[in-house]
């Protein structure tokens, strides 16, 4: 399996901070990598697809990019609705594995 | 508007099989989308059980594979999980979800989802 290495595992940030995760691929994926928002009790929601694409209706203040098998998602502005757990999958092989997620608090 | 949702047994005894449903609306199951179930530990992570096309090809996580069947029933658009010889282990929340599509591609990860259930495993 390809294992994701989401870091860090929780960060602490103010409104209007700029906050970036990371999820490192133990192998080649493409461009094959979602970032998904999850608040508690809730359903993952989709952010971010295929690296770097910003899925219609989410907010321009977040991003996603590539290096290799390095992805990155910032968030640039943070407002206070941004404080959820994020985390990363790869869908380039089977079985699509998550990272281990990224807890952003208040500060 | 898309719709999902879950339906089954929130309480499953030891060495049972679980059993879910996916409810979809708003949307053709038998478009090129993904039909995908994904669980959630309670206070753990994600993790990717399978997914199936509406044609029937699936791919299962391979830590499943021999007690996980997915199938889909077009006639009354929902799919389905079932999961044998459950553990303790498999208690979770099961997602269901349909795979993203943007300008006619694809993708496998999920860009609607159900709300949500939890099953328990317990006697």
């Known amino acids: 399996d390809i294992q994701m290495t989401q870091s860090p595992s929780s960060v602490s940030a103010s409104v209007g901070d700029r906050v970036t995760i990371t999820c490192r691929a133990s192998q080649g994926i493409n461009s094959y990598l979602a970032w998904y928002q999850q608040k508690p009790g809730k359903a993952p929601n989709l952010l971010i697809y295929?690296?770097?694409y910003l899925r219609n209706g989410v907010p321009s203040r977040f991003s996603g990019s590539r290096s290799g098998t390095d992805f990155t998602l910032t968030i640039s502005g943070l407002q206070s609705e941004d404080f959820a757990t994020y985390f990363c999958?790869?869908?380039?092989?089977?079985?699509?594995?998550f990272g281990q997620g990224t807890k952003l608090e208040i500060k | 508007q898309v719709q999902l949702q879950e339906s089954g047994p929130g309480l499953v005894k030891p060495s049972e099989t679980l059993s879910l449903t996916c409810g979809v609306s708003g949307v053709s199951i038998s478009g090129g989308h993904w039909w995908i179930w994904v669980r959630q530990p309670p206070g753990k992570g994600l993790e990717w059980i399978g997914q199936i096309y509406h044609s029937g090809m699936s791919n299962y996580n391979p830590s499943l594979e021999s007690r996980v069947t997915m199938s889909v029933d077009k006639s009354k658009s929902q799919f389905s999980l079932t999961l044998t010889s459950v553990t303790a282990a498999d208690t979770a929340v099961y997602f269901c979800a349909r795979g993203y599509s943007s300008r006619g591609t694809y993708f496998s990860c999920g860009g609607d989802w159900g709300q949500g259930i939890l099953v328990t495993v317990s006697s």
């Open positions: 295929a690296a770097s």
């Open positions: 999958q790869q869908t380039n092989t089977s079985p699509y594995t």
